[in-house]
């Protein structure tokens, strides 16, 4: 795999490897003779990091399993066995409830910048948007909406209109992840130590997009098609997760398409994404406001005053119950939040 060359042809540092103050200061003085390596690869029977020297196969104690761990996770590991002692605390972790699914799996951890990619064609669904950015909200990583085949597309200036009303701040790239300028339209989120996350539907462009950022010095199409296979419809999908090194710095874990995407535990990403609903509320007479019939409600009042988007409100809703639905209610207080209040920490 490409990340393998990437790393022997220059040794790479542990801040080139996404290592920081955050994951410096778990260090015990018990731990000197273990190797800081970063997950690469999760196969099911298998994981593979990368620490300074290289890539190294790992071993896991009995107890262990693969599913413990996702691509971007920093681990202490045996110099000589090569067994992974301790993972440390994630500063972010992506996580994803699949319809029917057991419970949520781990995409990503680490992660800086979400990528979500979307097409400029029946791909592009406002509410699946959605539900990718209070995913990253709610994991600590800062989205960025990537807009692809607009070179198809009548008014792609329409979606990306769309895409920016959908949260403030949000960067939305348009681009053609078939050609080199793709890597410099991301190098703001691209660098030494910088980790991104693709997210999207089956042929939205992502492989297409780690070819890209790998940079085609290191690439052949064999490479991308030694992480697809078919799913149970006959299409194609990328399977695995692996972290790729992007040929400016950083690295890019492709996650493997989503169709139905669940919500569960966001609530925080929630707020954070329909920001002008979630500074009303504390506006409302009610404390426990549903916003729905109750007097006094500020949110309602926006609503005739025109100043609230009406379909906004009838998403958060619709998400925001599907959101309590999924969540376990939990006896203890609520996992440990940063100290910002933002991001999971496990
Ligand atoms: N015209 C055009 N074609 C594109 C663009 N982006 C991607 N494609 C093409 O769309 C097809 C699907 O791209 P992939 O990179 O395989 O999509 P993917 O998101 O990785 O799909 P999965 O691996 O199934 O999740 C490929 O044939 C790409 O060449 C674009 O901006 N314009
Ligand atoms: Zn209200």
Not at 83 to 91: C, D, G, I, W
Request: glycine letters at 8%; proline letters at 5%; hydrophobic letters at 40%.
């Amino acid at each position: 795999m490409p990340l393998v060359e990437a790393v022997t042809a220059s040794s790479p540092s542990l801040a080139d490897l996404g290592w920081s103050e955050f994951f410096g200061d778990q260090l015990e003085a018990s731990d000197a003779n273990l190797i800081p390596t970063r997950i690469a690869m999760v196969h099911r029977d298998r994981l593979s990091g990368l620490s300074q020297t290289g890539q190294t196969d790992l071993s896991l104690a009995p107890q262990a399993t693969t599913g413990d761990y996702a691509v971007g996770d920093w681990v202490l590991v045996e110099p000589h066995s090569h067994l992974v002692q301790r993972r440390l605390t994630r500063k972010t972790v992506l996580e994803r409830r699949v319809q029917g699914g057991r419970g949520p799996q781990l995409a990503a951890a680490n992660v800086d910048t979400l990528f979500i990619v979307t097409s400029c064609n029946a791909d592009f669904n406002i509410a699946r948007l959605e539900r990718y950015l209070a995913l990253a909200n709610e994991a600590g990583t800062t989205p960025v909406i990537l807009l692809t085949k607009a070179d198809t597309a009548e008014d792609a200036e329409a979606y990306r209109k769309q895409a920016a009303a959908l949260q403030r701040e949000l960067a939305v790239v348009t681009l053609n992840p078939r050609i080199p300028g793709a890597a410099s339209a991301l190098a703001a989120w691209c660098g030494a130590g910088q980790t991104v996350a693709l997210i999207g539907s089956s042929g939205v462009g992502k492989s297409t997009l780690v070819n890209t950022l790998a940079g085609s010095a290191q690439q052949s199409p064999q490479q991308t098609g030694a992480i697809r296979e078919h799913d149970a419809k006959g299409r194609h999908t990328t399977t695995a997760r692996s972290l790729h090194a992007i040929a400016g710095g950083g690295w890019v874990i492709d996650t493997p398409g989503m169709r139905t995407l669940q919500v569960s535990d966001v609530g925080y990403g929630i707020d954070t994404l329909f920001a002008e609903i979630t500074e009303l509320a504390p506006l409302c007479k009610f404390r426990d406001c549903t916003h729905v019939h109750e007097p006094g409600c500020a949110v309602q009042a926006a609503l005739k005053a025109g100043t609230l988007d009406p379909e906004r409100l009838a998403r958060w809703r619709k998400l925001s119950d599907e959101n309590q639905h999924n969540t376990p209610v939990q006896s203890g207080p609520r996992g440990a939040k940063s100290p910002a209040g933002r991001g999971k920490r496990r």
